[in-house]
């Protein structure tokens, strides 16, 4: 306390402005002890939120531009596979337009084989009717040659002889010789 008592006269003594050192250093060491105990109060637990909160925040930078980039690869990615099935569709619609020419080729082959069968058949088949028909015919003119021959001579004609006689005569066309028709 006797310092203090020193210093009060001193300063009451002084005219004007004067500096008390002593009064310096309280306050100097005031504001200390108020910065070391704001320090550890306020300042830290600030510091330590403001760290963490950088911190998570660096973490969601870098997750965004991770996300960022699996997602360019992602697209990537699905254009390759859409550029694959494209390939892909486009080579079964080929393959699928192959073998429908192949089919359409193959049918139209046996279309024309079978009508060529169809044709060779239906021509045979009207010979033989011709054939058949013409035969029928020869033997009708064969039996009314007979007849007519045998009303003229006046007895019946239908010996075995005279039939080949009749139809060879209609083989040959039935043309005498000598004579044209």
């Given at each position: 306390?006797h310092?203090?008592a020193e210093?009060?006269?001193?300063?009451?003594?002084?005219?004007?402005l004067?500096?008390?050192?002593?009064?310096i250093?309280?306050?100097?060491?005031?504001?200390?002890?108020?910065?070391?105990?704001?320090w550890?109060?306020?300042?830290?637990?600030?510091?330590?939120m403001?760290?963490?909160r950088v911190?998570k925040?660096?973490?969601?930078?870098?997750?965004?531009?991770q996300a960022q980039?699996?997602?360019?690869s992602?697209?990537?990615?699905?254009?390759?596979?859409i550029a694959?099935?494209?390939?892909?569709?486009?080579?079964?619609?080929v393959?699928?337009?192959?073998s429908?020419?192949?089919?359409?080729?193959?049918?139209?082959?046996?279309?024309?084989?079978?009508?060529?069968?169809?044709r060779?058949?239906?021509?045979?088949?009207?010979?033989?009717e011709?054939d058949?028909?013409?035969?029928?015919?020869?033997a009708?003119?064969?039996?009314?040659?007979?007849?007519?021959?045998?009303?003229?001579?006046g007895?019946?004609?239908?010996?075995?002889?005279?039939?080949r006689?009749?139809?060879?005569?209609?083989a040959?066309?039935?043309?005498?010789?000598?004579?044209?028709n």
């Amino acid at each position: 306390m006797h310092l203090l008592a020193e210093v009060a006269p001193a300063a009451a003594s002084a005219p004007g402005l004067s500096i008390n050192f002593f009064w310096i250093i309280v306050a100097g060491l005031n504001f200390a002890f108020f910065l070391a105990v704001i320090w550890i109060v306020a300042f830290k637990p600030i510091a330590n939120m403001l760290a963490a909160r950088v911190t998570k925040i660096e973490q969601g930078l870098a997750d965004a531009a991770q996300a960022q980039r699996e997602r360019d690869s992602a697209a990537a990615e699905r254009a390759q596979v859409i550029a694959e099935a494209r390939r892909e569709s486009q080579a079964l619609i080929v393959a699928a337009q192959k073998s429908a020419q192949e089919l359409r080729v193959a049918d139209i082959a046996a279309t024309r084989e079978e009508l060529s069968r169809l044709r060779e058949k239906a021509t045979a088949d009207i010979t033989a009717e011709r054939d058949r028909a013409l035969a029928d015919l020869r033997a009708q003119v064969a039996d009314l040659a007979l007849t007519a021959a045998g009303k003229l001579v006046g007895e019946e004609m239908n010996d075995a002889r005279q039939r080949r006689l009749v139809e060879g005569y209609l083989a040959q066309g039935g043309t005498e010789p000598g004579r044209k028709n």
